[in-house]
């Protein structure tokens, strides 16, 4: 049974910086593409970053430059880190292990909270 469980969320000031974590267990992680969502009150949950078992990333435009996401296979863990944060950046934010092209059908974990005050 796959597990993912994210850590590392709080509440910071605009500007400021935080990295969240989220480490799988129950699966082969290696070779898994990971991704990382959000989702904000009466907003749809959107994809922020994603990683390829090789190492490859991408993003969505509003966060090009200020967030990166990466992964340590030893640790079968992958991180957000999130800089110059905005108020806009207030979501919960998911790990999943992607399944395909449906994001029903990822592995998700249980979501932690990021706020950015103003």
């Known amino acids: 049974q796959v597990q993912l469980v994210e850590s590392g969320g709080g509440l910071v000031h605009t500007g400021g910086s935080l990295r969240l974590s989220c480490a799988a267990s129950g699966t082969i992680f290696s070779i898994a593409a990971m991704a990382w969502y959000r989702q904000s009150p009466g907003k749809q949950r959107e994809l922020v970053a994603r990683?390829?078992?090789?190492?490859?990333?991408s993003y969505i435009d509003s966060v090009k430059g200020r967030f990166t996401i990466s992964r340590d296979n030893a640790k079968n863990t992958v991180y957000l880190q999130m800089n110059s944060l905005k108020p806009e950046d207030t979501a919960v934010y998911y790990c999943?292990?992607?399944?395909?092209?449906?994001?029903?059908?990822?592995?998700w974990g249980q979501g932690t909270q990021v706020t950015v005050s103003s």
């Open positions: 990683i390829g078992s090789g190492g490859s990333a």
């Open positions: 999943a292990q992607i399944r395909g092209s449906v994001p029903e059908n990822n592995y």
